[in-house]
Every structure is written in C-alpha cells, then in structure tokens.
C-alpha cells in the first residue's frame, strides 16, 4: 500500500519512517498529481501559515478535498489546523475535513512543549504511549460528527470524523506507530 506524505515543509520525514516501520511505502506528495497515485494522505506538524501559503500556490486545496472523500487523511499538529474547519486566532484557508475548531499554539509557546502520558482505546485494546506537545494547537469546539478518541486536561487530543483523523501531538516523534496503522490499515475494520 502507498500512503502519501505532505512534503511541501515541516517534519514530515518522520512520518516516512513510522510508515515504512509498519510495511506501508511513503511517497512523498509535492504537487496535488501525485495524490492520484496514493490511498490516504499524512499532513505533518511544521509552521501551518506557510504550509498553507504553499497548498495555495501549488492548487492543492481543490484536489485534496476531493482526495478525502475516498480516502483516509491523518493530520499531526500543523497537520490538525489545516484539517480543521476553522482556526479561531488566524486568518488560515483550512480544508474543513474535521469539524473542529483549533486555536493554534493553544497550549502554549515553545517554552510549554512538553511530552505528557496519553492513554486511549483503540480496537478494543487500551494504549499508553507518549504525546510529545509542541507549539500544539488546542481544539477548542468540536461537532457532533467527531468521535473523540482521546482527551488530556478535558481537551479533546485525538480526533476522528469519517475515515479521517487528526491529533494535536506528534506520535512520528517518539517512533509511535499504533496511530497510522490504525488509520491506514484498520481503516476498513475501525469505522
Ligand atoms: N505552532 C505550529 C502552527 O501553528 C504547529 C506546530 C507543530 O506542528 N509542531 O502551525
């Protein structure tokens, strides 16, 4: 299976190992063509304005909405805002794949990254694993089509709506696979 990675900036080299880790090929997306040749779509953490400022000028917003309506999209951090239907502090063209509203750096500055214990259910097993948080965004509403999947402080961490999901921190990080594999592989058993 091919699953693409957004690679017009940020971290998203991590991305590509996790995805080799658990046999998936990574490819990395640069222009909105190459999305035709993959089944589902990473958006890494990185700076969003400026991802945001590129998908613009290579015309990426169209296609990728389009993308997602057949297949899974996963968004780390940066990755969350721009899956999000709108983004509370800034002027941000977000692809409205989540109904979520996001503040970005909600958590913080720099200053506040941290890496704190998040424990989930997926599949019917219980997980532990750590959630590095840095310059996260906070999800600050949500609607009644997200599955919250995860919460810490009452914040709503990992979010799922559809076959797409989003999380506020960077599981890529800490070499942390559970995540894509549920969304790339289960994607057809975790609906
Ligand atoms: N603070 C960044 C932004 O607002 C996101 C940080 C990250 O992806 N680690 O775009």
Redesign the pocket.
């Given at each position: 299976m091919k699953i693409g990675v957004l690679a017009l900036q940020?971290n998203y080299k991590m991305h590509n190992y996790v995805l080799e880790s658990i046999g998936i090929k990574p490819v990395n997306v640069r222009y909105p063509y190459e999305l035709d040749n993959v089944e589902g779509l990473v958006i890494p953490?990185?700076?969003?304005?400026t991802m945001s400022i590129l998908m613009n000028r290579m015309g990426f917003y169209k296609p990728l909405q389009s993308f997602a309506n057949d297949y899974p999209v996963f968004g780390t951090?940066?990755g969350l805002?721009l899956m999000s239907e709108k983004v509370v502090d800034t002027e941000l063209e977000s692809l409205g794949l989540l109904d979520v509203q996001v503040e970005?750096?909600g958590y913080g500055r720099q200053i506040n990254s941290n890496t704190v214990d998040i424990e989930f259910e997926l599949n019917n097993m219980n997980y532990t694993i750590p959630g590095s948080f840095?310059?996260?965004?906070k999800i600050v509403s949500y609607g009644d089509s997200i599955k919250v999947l995860a919460m810490s402080d009452e914040t709503p961490i990992i979010v799922k709506n559809k076959q797409h999901l989003g999380i506020s921190f960077?599981p890529e990080l800490d070499n942390i696979s559970i995540l894509h594999e549920y969304i790339f592989i289960g994607a057809t058993t975790n609906k």
């Open positions: 940020g953490g990185g700076e969003s304005t951090c940066a805002i970005r750096n840095i310059r996260a965004p960077h």
